[in-house]
């Protein structure tokens, strides 16, 4: 499985951004893609997560409200719109996926099987 995110970018604070993420390769039934971020100097995080084969959808405390994330299944993407960016919010922003959906992990980076290159945000005070 291959993943491939864009649509990062620079925008000002309260502006928005759209993040794609495609996925290719063989993936199963049900599985988990994830968006993560990482600052400089700071641990990757969780962001949000969506089931796909289920539906579920689950976000950080830090985004709920602002960020939505939604799918295709026919395409095998996943999108992370981004509203009311502040500059806490700059950082690599990374695509994930997990093969075997464990509900109780998706907001854990190392349960996830594959991850793409990672797109740059960044927000401008």
């Known amino acids: 499985v291959q993943l491939q995110a864009s649509g990062g970018g620079l925008v000002q604070a309260g502006g928005s951004l759209r993040l794609s993420c495609v996925a290719s390769?063989?993936?199963?039934?049900?599985?988990?893609m994830g968006w993560f971020r990482q600052a400089p100097g700071k641990e990757r995080e969780f962001v949000a997560a969506?089931?796909?084969?289920?539906?579920?959808?689950y976000y950080a405390d830090s985004v709920k409200g602002r960020f939505t994330i939604s799918s295709d299944r026919a395409t095998n993407t996943v999108y992370l719109q981004m509203n009311s960016l502040n500059p806490e919010d700059t950082a690599v922003y990374y695509c994930a996926l997990q093969s075997g959906v464990i509900v109780s992990t998706v907001r854990r980076p190392q349960d996830y099987d594959y991850w793409g290159q990672g797109t740059q945000v960044t927000v401008s005070s």
């Open positions: 969506r089931i796909f084969g289920g539906g579920a959808t």
């Open positions: 390769g063989r993936t199963s039934n049900r599985y988990a």
